[in-house]
Nanobody, 117 residues
């Protein structure tokens, strides 16, 4: 059984930082295209940043230079380092693992990030 579990969300002041973690079981993350998405209330889910199994990274313009995705293959974990957070970054953040051949997505349950003073 495949599980994808995010953690690390919380309340942070504008300008602050958070690191989200995504741990997978049942799949080997280094073979998957990994992504972080977010969804704010009343809005559609949007891509934040993704990294292919081949190491190609694609980020939303709104987070370029502030958010970084990384992997620890030994821990089967993907991270999202978020710096210089803004109130508009407030959302539920979801981790995705996409099989590069079939295109099938595994999703986590999400972790809430709130940026507020």
């Amino acid at each position: 059984q495949v599980q994808v579990v995010e953690s690390g969300g919380g309340l942070v002041q504008p300008g602050g930082s958070l690191r989200l973690s995504c741990v997978a079981s049942g799949i080997i993350l280094r073979f998957y295209d990994m992504g972080w998405y977010r969804q704010a209330p009343g809005k559609q889910r949007e891509l934040v940043v993704e990294r292919s199994s081949g190491g190609i990274t694609n980020s939303a313009d709104s987070v370029k230079g502030r958010f970084t995705i990384s992997r620890d293959n030994g821990k089967n974990t993907v991270y999202l380092q978020m710096n210089s957070l803004k109130p508009e970054d407030t959302a539920n953040y979801y981790c995705s693992a996409r099989h590069p051949s079939t295109g099938f997505y595994y999703w986590g349950q999400g972790t809430q990030v709130t940026v507020s003073s």
